[in-house]
């Protein structure tokens, strides 16, 4: 500890029994000097010591034994005051230094330790008030961030809906005709083919269309209670063959007795569809997918999408979800998004977890009210 802490202590421990010896000292040399020899008139100081001799040896015993009990009451002070103050000091120090690079402590002025001890707490309220300031930032990020997304949404929405009524209705025109074309020639024909390609690549773009719409206008909410269990069993059930095609298999680890939550189920059905999909077209072939659901303590009811063929790059983690972020070829980059919007309008959560060697996961969290 402190240099200072210990010359308070010394002084502490030897000015007492001093003071105690310095006042019988005085009070012994006034008796003395005080007491007169009347016969003569003057003071006789010998005389007078071997008169008092004993009196002056009591005196010495009980100057000693003050002295011990001066001692034994700095000790009890240090004890009592002096030890709780440094062990203060040592915590306040503790907490001003590690959790905030570039502290520097104050100096004491003097020596007393309540000082420095308090000059330390004002640090430590400094470094708790900037704990508060950071923490209130934390959890304002979380709301910051949907209503940016929500902005985000709201844009790509308007701009959505444009692109889908402009492009769907010539659309049509260009397939019926082609559709037309294609009647008039014949099956061995080579014109034929190409009208094939134009119709397929027409098809892509009404999906497209579709994608779009769906995420533009989502449609106003029907909430009613449903079995999530169900809900995830019809949407695996609409892509069974697609997984069978390709040689994976889907484990369905539900929990039994979940109770019926409020939900729209359309939605939340596409939802889960669109999240499936996700892990299906990125899942190599002969791999197995585990679907799970849970009852959790916190007021949610937890669905888990796993594969431990896909691994999704870190770079990549905070743009799954962003509006027409795709890695492939012919994605349209909307399936997550329309997740992320439908779970979180329905009070839920969705986050991702993934790494080469545990593959991916995404986690889905409901409200149960």
């Known amino acids: 500890m402190r240099s200072e802490s210990k010359k308070f ?11 105690f010896f310095g006042l019988t000292i005085f009070t012994a040399i006034l008796t003395c000097y005080l007491t007169t020899d009347y016969l003569n008139s ?5 005389h007078r010591l071997k008169i008092h001799a004993p009196y002056l040896f009591r005196l010495q015993l009980w100057v000693f034994g003050m002295a011990i009990f001066s001692f034994l009451c700095g000790l009890g002070l240090i004890y009592a005051i002096i030890y709780p103050i440094k062990k203060l000091l040592a915590r306040a120090e ?3 230094v590690p959790h905030r690079e570039g502290v520097s402590l ?7 330790e309540i000082e420095y001890f308090c000059s330390i707490f004002d640090e430590v309220l400094i470094l708790l008030k900037s704990h508060l300031r950071e923490k209130e930032l934390r959890e304002a990020m979380p709301l910051l961030d949907r209503v940016r997304r929500a902005d985000q949404l709201a844009a790509l929405g308007f701009l959505s809906a444009r692109l889908a009524h402009e492009i769907r209705n010539p659309l049509g025109s260009i397939q019926g005709l082609v559709e037309l074309m294609d009647k008039d020639f014949q099956k061995d024909d080579a014109k034929k083919g190409y009208v094939r390609v134009i119709l397929k690549s027409i098809e892509r773009l009404n999906v497209l269309v ?3 719409l769906k995420f533009a206008r989502p449609g106003s909410e029907v909430l009613e209670y449903h079995n999530i269990n169900h809900v995830l069993g019809e949407a695996i059930s609409f892509v069974k ?6 040689g994976m298999e889907v484990i369905e680890d539900y929990q039994d007795n979940l109770p019926l939550i409020q939900i729209d189920h359309q939605r939340i059905y596409q939802a889960f569809l669109n999240i499936i999909r996700n892990a ?3 899942a190599p072939e002969g791999e197995t997918i585990r679907i799970a659901t849970m009852n959790q303590p916190t007021g949610f009811i937890g669905i888990c999408f796993f594969n431990s063929g896909s691994y999704i790059p870190v770079e990549d983690l905070d743009r799954i979800f962003v ?3 795709t890695t492939q070829e012919s994605g349209v980059g909307l399936g997550l998004c329309i997740a992320y919007h439908t779970i979180a309008a329905h009070g839920g959560r969705i986050r991702v977890e993934s790494s080469p060697d545990s593959g991916t996961t995404f986690i889905v969290e409901l409200p149960k009210d």
């Open 9 to 19: 202590q010394i002084r502490l421990i030897i000015g007492i029994p001093l003071i």
């Open 42 to 46: 003057s003071i006789s100081l010998t």
């Open 94 to 96: 503790e907490l001003a």
């Open 106 to 112: 104050p100096s004491a002025k003097s020596d007393d």
């Open 210 to 212: 579709e994608e779009l």
């Open 241 to 246: 063959n697609e997984f069978v095609a390709k």
């Open 280 to 282: 299906f077209q990125f």
């Open 323 to 325: 509006p027409f972020f």
